[in-house]
């Protein structure tokens, strides 16, 4: 600390000053009052920190020099200021908050969410060896409707118990839109398929397709296939159906549907002469049978029918028509077991 021996000429100067006007000041009768609620404490996050001789004294000198002009004036003008300059409060000093980070220019709002129907294929044991099978799936997506229903037969298990896919779990779709003269699937790696890779192929294709032709696209389009965008597959075409599909195919009711009386049946059926033969069944055993028609014959063509029932648990079964007496294949059917309320 300096002592008045080896003050500055500054120092000294400013020294006299101040005892100057010490001695010419007369305190009212509520000088002291004043002087504190002038000099009262400020809270330690409000006020500069002072360090140095020559801060500390002119700090000193704004001090006194503002008690002593409170004291000769009796209103609460606002006394003369003192310049001083102080350097950046160490963390010790002052607390730290931490600033939120900025928003980016370049965020975007996430794509909304919606909820799809959407056609997904599986594959099933149709008594002639593997036929596709469809069902439709309802998805909370954010996915285009052909992403969304292709990533659905890649990630998600069929309803149907007697269902199955032949494409193992792993893959996902990246994109999947119209794209040049075909529909561009890409998917996030290398496809492990079964022994019938040709028909696992057919397998996305006709999810792709008919997911395109929900959405009022153009579902007649290939499908060309890449993993991470790179190597695309030739642009592959729809098989023809009646090699490729189960040749009896039940839209509702839905695998475990709750449904109220009467309870609509219906699906698509490629049919000779246009019959499908079906059986309501009830703990095993049929309780009902009949048959219905197809709007077509020997083509993929759509049947429908309502059944009266109590409720209860209950089966249904569609099958077509046996005309080679036994000596063919055996007849191709479809099933659901579903709740009437």
């Known amino acids: 600390m300096s002592t008045p021996e080896n003050w500055t000429p500054e120092e000294q100067r400013l020294h006299d000053a101040l005892h100057r006007a010490a001695e010419r000041s007369q305190p009212g009768p509520d000088g002291l009052a004043r002087i504190r609620r002038r000099t009262a404490v400020v809270p330690m996050w409000r006020r500069p920190v002072v360090l140095g001789l020559a801060g500390a004294t002119a700090l000193a000198a704004a001090v006194i020099v503002g008690g002593a002009i409170a004291l000769n004036n009796d209103d609460d003008a606002p006394v003369a200021s003192q310049t001083s300059t102080s350097p950046a409060p160490s963390p010790s000093e002052t607390p730290t908050e931490t600033a939120p980070p900025p928003t980016s220019a370049t965020e975007t709002t996430p794509p909304a969410t919606q909820s799809l129907s959407v056609p997904v294929y599986y594959v099933a044991d149709s008594g002639d060896g593997l036929r596709l099978v469809r069902e439709f799936h309802t998805v909370e997506t954010s996915l285009s409707p052909i992403a969304a229903a292709v990533n659905e037969m890649l990630t998600a298990p069929p309803a149907d118990p007697d269902y199955t896919s032949l494409w193992e779990p792993g893959v996902e779709?990246?994109?999947?839109?119209?794209?040049?003269?075909?529909?561009?699937?890409?998917?996030?790696?290398?496809?492990?398929?079964?022994?019938?890779?040709?028909?696992?192929?057919?397998?996305l294709v006709y999810t792709a397709t008919a997911a395109a032709a929900a959405a009022q696209l153009d579902g007649s389009l290939p499908v060309r296939i890449t993993v991470g965008g790179q190597d695309p597959s030739e642009p592959l075409a729809r098989a023809d159906q009646l090699e490729v599909r189960q040749l009896v195919q039940l839209n509702n009711p839905a695998e475990g549907a709750v449904v109220s009386s009467p309870v609509t049946v219906d699906g698509e059926a490629a049919v000779n002469e246009a019959n499908v033969l079906w059986e309501l069944r009830r703990d095993g055993e049929v309780v009902d049978s009949g048959f219905t028609s197809t709007t077509e014959c020997c083509t993929f063509a759509e049947f429908s029918m309502a059944l009266d029932l109590e409720p209860g648990s209950y089966e249904i079964v569609m099958s077509e028509e046996d005309v080679s007496g036994g000596e063919g294949r055996p007849p191709m059917s479809d099933s659901r077991t579903f709740t009437v309320e």
């Open 173 to 203: 779709v990246t994109t999947a839109e119209i794209g040049d003269g075909a529909i561009d699937v890409d998917l996030s790696a290398p496809p492990t398929v079964g022994e019938d890779a040709d028909l696992a192929a057919q397998q």
